[in-house]
């Protein structure tokens, strides 16, 4: 097997048993949790069950105790059976029907019933209590699917980058030894390899750039050798030589040289051949040549002069020594050979660096085919990874779809009925159908966002918004989620605060709902509170922070980092109150991180929570804008009566930035002296903002008073505030007010309501009806008119009642071309499109390329599609649309659309 491929094999197994080990330890984990917790519940419910059957065995009465167990048992699906025994009798018994086929799942649990009296305790009898184990192992094995995924990803993950590193940090350079090895074998000595890191693959180029150099020395000296020997031989055959002057050469010379006759007898051997041979001197004259010669002495010699010939000599002890063998035959003057000169030098070092060199370039062959092996699977695996990965994207994309598309039938239609004429059961019914339909669309939304998130395909628009409005939609869509509960929504928004950011609003948003929502999940009083400031900026960019404030459960210390994990929550026990899928926070935090931002979180149980979140955005270049800072009520007086008073330090702060004068009452006791008092000053009092729900006398009340008053502030200008929804106004103009606004109001609101009410009363008509921030939008809409192109019969009739019913014209085409045709018969007749882009005939983006082709560019095309994937609201808007709404819609949705392109141009 090949040695890459024995690499990556090993460090696989060793991954894989990391990974593995890590998912039992983590399961383990679950297993004992899931445990203590049922204990818990067992123990806790077996003790309620004992401490509930106290009376009924004193009386006797056991007809009560079987109700109660047959009532218990029906709530809590998952008792299976539930025994109370009075001296070692059981006297009542339930046993669940539905469960039978459970009972291996039965876990049992004992409680004494006591009956303590002055102290004393007295045992009166037991309860058996039974309980399924079966939900745990349902969400063990859940969670055990959900890591075998999850490890399977992170092992192909960890496997890719291995294999890149590997081949990136070995085996590129094991191939540039190996050609460096050629290039040794080709006699180019001058070649050079060099690794900056100086581990074993550096110390072996640095060793073998150490053996080319001692090569070519080697080389060089041979060659210099044979030049001297040639000399001598030509010198020797010019001038007769004497014995002495010979035998000096032979003994000087650092290779091995050896003199034979011309039978090949020794004659003369210097030190060098000695040293070599490890023989004496004494031991080699007058031996053969051939005791010393792997090779017959007349094959070297027959074909004369021999040069450069690798031959083996063998040494006293029998071991091959290699050498480079050269030899000269000495001839007299007659031309007889006299004699032959051998020269020898030993290449056991460059021959064993040539075998290191043959051996690295075999491995850096084999790792080079392992490499392209490998490069072949990695490529395959990526080619099916991409696959998944677009197999999965198109199925969220076809499942978001499929669903969305009934879930618009099953929200919006149970929102219209709820707004008709239903008895407390029916509306009971329905109100849980629409919180389980918008529960079961936050959990699709959830899913794909946390699937996008997961593949890194998360995008963010960018594109100009209004922080502040978005601030107030958000507290506008949380409101009714308190429903009748005693909380204060608050906004509180800093004078800073540039009036457009650019980046992604829908994100922004999501974030803010996300954690205002779980605000009215866990407060049951006090206030929820949204601030927004400025926390950095530079030149280009601005960091904005906001915070959402409660007076909540809180969240216990030790929870505070783990609830931003994804399927993690403060109470994770099986019984917790409060739901969600785990998502939420997480999604959050991975949303603000993409942003440059955070989330984190300030709590303290009982006493609420302090959720911080933070994000960069671009500035936006100075541009006009609709906020109204009135010069017409500066320097007016405004008495503002409100018992929380977070809320009446912003009220007051507000109205003073634009130079009223205020003055701010807690006490509903105070109003009618501070009003009495202030007819004496030379600015009394012009207007009255009164809260409605206060503790000692009600806003209506006090209105009421105000009115009835013999004094002349009878008539003042009465404005109501009030945190619940709907059904106030009526209530509210039968006690005289002359506006009505939600909490919490924005500026703009309050500003416009206060202009009305005080500057345009005497131009104002009808001055007995009560004035609403909707009441100039709701004149508007009777003219406006809309063309709904969509082919699905219930999405049309669930849109034309919505629409109709909210004052609006509507008229229908029942796909792309018959929208195309309506509209350009009449083009003056419509307002604005709502256009569905999956219907027969033509498509909605093909139609609205049809209609945008005809040269109408003004009216407005809106998207209303159950497409909700990347990319599907930029390819709206590449074929001509001006927005897009996702199914499924809300009338909220509908009429911010609306409102955003009809109202507010006109």
Known sequence: ???????????????????????????????????????????????????????????????????????????????????????????????????????????????DILLTIDGNSEKLGEVHLGLSDRKNKLILSERFKDLIIQTFLIFLILSVTLVFIIRKLILSRIMKLSHYANCIGEGDFEAQVYFKTKDELGELADTMSQMAINIMNFHNKIELQKQHLSEVVEDLEKTTVSRNYVDSIITT??????????????????????EILKYSENELIGQSIETILETEFNTLIQKGLSQNLEINYLSKNG??????????????????????????????????????????????????????????NVSELAKQADDANRAKSEFLANMSHEIRTPMNGIIGFTDMLIDTNLDDNQRDFTELIKRSGVSLLALINDILDFSKIEAGHLDFEEIDFDPELLIYDVCEIIRPRIELKPIEI??????????????????????????????????????????????????????????IRDTGIGIPEDKLNTIFEVFKQADGSITRKYGGTGLGLSICKNIALLLNGDVWVESEETKGSIFHFTAWFGKVAK????????????????????????????????????????????????????????????????????????PEVSGYDLAKQIRNSKYKFSSLPLIALSSLMG??????????????LSKPVRKENLYQMLEQVLVEKKNDIEENKIKTQFTIQEEVKHTLNILLVEDNLINQKLAKVMLTNAGYNVE???????????????????????????MPVLNGKEATSEIRKKGFNAVPIVAMTANAMKGDRESCLDAGMNDYISKPITRKAVFDILEKWTLNTR
């Open 1 to 111: 097997m090949k040695l890459s491929i024995k690499i990556i094999i090993y460090l696989l197994v060793v991954l894989a048993v990391v990974l593995s080990l890590s998912g039992w330890v983590f399961i383990r984990n679950e297993q004992q949790i899931l445990s203590k917790n049922l204990e818990r519940y067992g123990k806790a419910l077996s003790h309620t069950i004992a401490v509930s059957s106290i009376e009924a065995i004193i009386e006797e009465d056991y007809p009560v105790l079987n109700t109660f167990l047959h009532t218990i048992g029906k709530e809590k699906e998952d008792i299976l059976s539930a025994e109370v025994l009075h001296n070692n009798k059981v006297v009542s018994q339930y046993y669940s029907e539905k469960r039978k086929n459970e009972i291996e799942h039965k876990i049992v649990f004992n409680s």
């Open 727 to 740: 059904g106030e106004t009526k209530k509210c103009e039968e006690a005289g007010f002359t506006g009505f």
């Open 253 to 274: 010379m650092g290779n091995a040289l050896i003199v034979t006759n011309a039978n090949g007898t020794i004659e003369k051997v210097n030190q060098a051949s000695l």
């Open 319 to 376: 071991v091959k020594i290699p050498v480079l063998f050269s030899s000269a035959p000495m001839l007299g003057g007659d031309g007889v050979v006299q004699g032959i000169v051998c020269v020898a030098q030993d290449i056991t070092d460059r021959k064993k660096t040539e075998k290191d060199l043959r051996i690295a370039k075999e491995v850096a062959e084999e790792v080079n085919i392992k490499l392209k092996e490998a490069n072949e």
């Open 812 to 838: 229908l085409a029942n796909n792309g071309k018959e929208g195309v045709e309506k509209f350009t018969a009449s083009p003056n007749e419509f307002d604005l499109i709502f256009m569905d882009v999956q």
């Open 490 to 547: 608050l906004c509180s928004i800093e004078d800073d605060i540039p009036p457009f950011v650019k980046g992604d609003p829908t994100r922004f948003r999501q974030v803010l709902i996300n954690l205002a929502g779980n605000a009215t999940k866990f407060t049951e009083n006090g206030e929820i509170e949204l601030s927004l400031n400025i926390e950095e900026e530079t030149q280009n960019q601005i960091k904005l922070h906001v915070k």
């Open 623 to 694: 541009k006009k804008t609709k906020r109204l800072t009135p010069v017409s009520l500066s320097g007016k007086t405004v008495l503002v009566i409100d018992d929380n008073l977070s809320n009446l330090k912003i009220l007051s702060y507000n109205l003073e930035k634009i130079g009223m004068n205020t003055i701010a009452l807690i006490n509903t006791n105070d109003v009618l002296p501070t009003l009495q008092k202030s007819l004496k000053n030379e600015k009394p009092v012009s207007l009255c903002i009164l809260d409605i729900q206060m």
